[in-house]
């Protein structure tokens, strides 16, 4: 539990960040398939870090188009890492942050995916 920096309930604080649809939508071709490739890429990457444990695409009502959750102390260190996003960064998604308190299991989460996924993206 102290290696995940759990309380005695076994939670911890997180940032989560709902996309959602933003103001400049990319059309279809290069540029967005471009924008795309490096929203992977910056996922793998802010996974690979530690910090992001858990992201994925939502089903697009009201707007929301997926979802992160971050091991960061605050949300002004969320909204960094997200600024780093093409997809934010070129206005195709905006970000809206929520400080959420949540299983600190979650943090195991990133490694029980990848013995679970039969490929990555």
Do not use: C
């Not at 649809?21 to 802010?46: L, S, Y």
């Not at 939502?58 to 890492?81: K, S, T």
């Amino acid at each position: 539990a102290q290696s995940l920096a759990a309380d005695r309930l076994g939670m911890r604080h997180y940032v989560m960040v709902i996309l959602k649809t933003g103001p400049k939508p990319v059309p279809a071709g290069k540029e967005r398939d471009a924008m795309f490739a490096g929203h992977f890429a910056n996922i793998k990457r802010m996974a690979a870090q530690g910090l992001l444990k858990l992201a994925g695409p939502a089903d697009g009502v009201e707007g929301w188009r997926g979802i992160y959750i971050f091991a960061v102390p605050d949300v002004a260190q969320a909204q960094q890492l997200t600024q780093t996003d093409p997809v934010i960064a070129q206005g195709e998604m905006v970000a809206e942050y929520h400080r959420v308190y949540l299983s600190a299991a979650l943090m195991e989460l990133p490694a029980m995916h990848d013995k679970v996924a039969a490929t990555t993206f």
